[in-house]
T-cell receptor, first 116, second 115 residues
Framework: AQKVTQAQTEISVVEKEDVTLDCVYE???????LFWYKQPPSGELVFLIR??????QNEISGRYSWNFQKSTSSFNFTITASQVVDSAVYFC?????????????FGQGTTLQVKP | DTEVTQTPKHLVMGMTNKKSLKCEQH?????MYWYKQKAKKPPELMFV???????INESVPSRFSPECPNSSLLNLHLHALQPEDSALYLC??????????????FGAGSRLTVL
C-alpha cells in the first residue's frame, strides 16, 4: 500500500526564519513521483515541484529547496527566509509510475503560519 | 489567474435541489479530475476523465453525476445531496491521459454547503 505522512500538522514561524516541512512516503513500486502543492486560503492547489524516483538531486528554486532521500523515503521542503505570503497549507503527494489515472496520494498537509 | 476556472465559487443548496458545478480549461489538457476536500483534510479523488471518457469513479455515490461534454468542460451534477456532502470541490486537469507523471493544474474550487 502507498502512504504519505506529514507528521507536522501546524508550524508557526516569524518572518525571515527558515522552516522545513517533512514528508515521508511508503511504496513498494520502484517508479513513482513525488510532489509538493501549496494551498493558500484562496483554495486552489498550486503545483510547486515534481520529482521522479530516479532523480535524487536536490533542487533549489529561489527561497524554496527540496531534499529527496530514497534511503529514508523522505522528500522534505525548506523555505528560506520565510515571508507572510508563504502562509498556506502544504501537501506532499505521491503517484505511481504504473498509474493510469494520475491519482495523487496526499499526506494530511502541514499548515504553515508565518507571522510578521 | 488560474487556468482552470470553476463556477460557482460558492453554492448553497437544499437536500432536494438539483444543481451543477462547472469547470473549464483551455490549456489543451485531455485529462480532467474532480476532487472533494473536507475542512482540514487533503483532497480525495472522485472522478477522472481521460479523452472525454470516464476512466475512474472512486466509488462515489450516484447523487454525484459527472459529465464531460467536450475536452474543455467538466460538469458535476448534484442531486439529493446530504449535509455531509458539504465540502470544497476542486477541478483539475493534466496533459495527455491520466498517468502518474502528470502534473495537475487545479482550479480555485467550488465551496458547497448542503442545508
Amino acid at each position: 500500500a502507498q502512504k504519505v505522512t506529514q507528521a507536522q500538522t501546524e508550524i508557526s514561524v516569524v518572518e525571515k526564519e527558515d522552516v522545513t516541512l517533512d514528508c515521508v512516503y511508503e511504496t513498494r513500486d520502484t517508479t513513482y513521483y513525488l510532489f509538493w502543492y501549496k494551498q493558500p486560503p484562496s483554495g486552489e492547489l498550486v503545483f510547486l515541484i515534481r520529482r521522479n524516483s530516479f532523480d535524487e538531486q536536490n533542487e533549489i528554486s529561489g527561497r524554496y529547496s527540496w531534499n529527496f532521500q530514497k534511503s529514508t523515503s523522505s522528500f522534505n521542503f525548506t523555505i528560506t527566509a520565510s515571508q507572510v505570503v508563504d502562509s498556506a497549507v502544504y501537501f506532499c503527494a505521491l503517484t505511481l509510475g504504473s498509474s493510469n489515472t494520475g491519482k495523487l496520494i496526499f499526506g494530511q498537509g502541514t499548515t504553515l503560519q508565518v507571522k510578521p | 489567474d488560474t487556468e482552470v476556472t470553476q463556477t460557482p465559487k460558492h453554492l448553497v443548496m437544499g437536500m432536494t435541489n438539483k444543481k451543477s458545478l462547472k469547470c473549464e480549461q483551455h490549456m489543451g489538457h485531455r485529462a480532467m479530475y474532480w476532487y472533494k476536500q473536507k475542512a482540514k483534510k487533503p483532497p480525495e479523488l472522485m472522478f477522472v476523465y481521460s479523452y472525454e471518457k470516464l476512466s475512474i469513479n472512486e466509488s462515489v455515490p450516484s447523487r454525484f453525476s459527472p459529465e464531460c461534454p467536450n475536452s474543455s468542460l467538466l460538469n458535476l451534477h448534484l442531486h439529493a445531496l446530504q449535509p455531509e456532502d458539504s465540502a470544497l470541490y476542486l477541478c483539475a486537469s493534466s496533459q495527455g491521459r491520466g498517468t502518474g507523471a502528470n502534473v495537475l493544474t487545479f482550479g480555485a474550487g467550488s465551496r458547497l454547503t448542503v442545508l
